[in-house]
């Protein structure tokens, strides 16, 4: 089974600090997310990594960036957590077919926190 | 952007089979129709895709429309285990699935 593993499952930061956020998988996939889920909107993109060292930005990537050094690991960084970056945050992977892009494998979450 | 529409909630009685309406009127010809649904306090797990024809797996059906512009997903019995929120998300290889509010799927016994 593919298994995606996030950090921590619930973190609490003061306003300021620096956020880190791993996630780390398990099968060899390509492509790795970061998603933020929020009560009425649904899962939003922040980044996405299709590639070692590689990264593209998602829909709400203001406030945020990621760092993929190694394959399996995919990392999310607030720089300076503010109290609207409160939120759930998901990870996900995927291998990358030719033209089509395949099923997502999540992580359970990190509930974030900031005072 | 493959935007979807679909309802906030619905109810279904136990092992009676479900329906969820799924409208995707921008969906371009290239786009794939997935469904995850997310079961509480966890993260969303995929159930089907398909792009234009009927699709089955153990989980559920994928009834699509000839147009494109709508789906249904089809559980055949409902039990309380499919209690969730289910997403309809358009996306291709060209642009990262789009993530809705999702239907939240209620399940009586």
């Known amino acids: 089974d593919v298994k995606v593993t996030q950090s921590s499952r619930y973190l609490v930061k003061r306003t300021g600090e620096k956020v880190f956020l791993e996630c780390v998988q398990d099968?060899?996939?390509?492509?790795m997310f970061w998603y933020r889920q929020d009560p009425g909107l649904g899962l939003r993109l922040i980044y996405f990594?299709?590639?070692?060292?590689?990264?593209e930005k998602g829909d709400i990537p203001e406030g945020y960036s990621v760092s993929r050094e190694k394959k399996e690991r995919f990392s999310l960084i607030l720089e300076s957590a503010s109290t609207n970056q409160t939120s759930m945050y998901l990870c996900?992977?995927?291998?990358?077919?030719?033209?089509?892009?395949?099923?997502?494998?999540f992580g359970p979450g990190t509930r974030l926190t900031v005072l | 952007d493959a935007k979807t529409t679909q309802p906030n909630s619905m109810e279904s009685n136990e092992e009676e089979p479900v329906h969820l309406p799924c409208n995707h009127s921008?969906?371009?010809?290239?786009?794939?129709i997935h469904w995850y649904r997310q079961l509480p306090s966890q993260g969303p797990e995929y159930v089907i895709h398909?792009?234009?024809s009927n699709v089955n797996n153990r989980m559920a059906s994928l009834a699509i429309a000839e147009d494109r512009k709508s789906s249904t997903l089809i559980l055949h019995r409902a039990t309380l285990r499919d209690a969730a929120v289910y997403y309809c998300?358009?996306?291709?290889?060209?642009?990262?699935?789009?993530f809705g509010g999702g239907t939240r799927l209620m399940v009586k016994p």
């Open positions: 996900a992977s995927s291998t990358r077919l030719a033209g089509v892009i395949d099923t997502q494998y």
């Open positions: 099968m060899d996939h390509e492509n």
């Open positions: 990594s299709y590639d070692v060292k590689m990264k």
């Open positions: 921008t969906i371009s010809g290239t786009d794939y």
């Open positions: 398909g792009l234009t």
């Open positions: 998300v358009g996306g291709n290889a060209g642009n990262m699935l789009t």
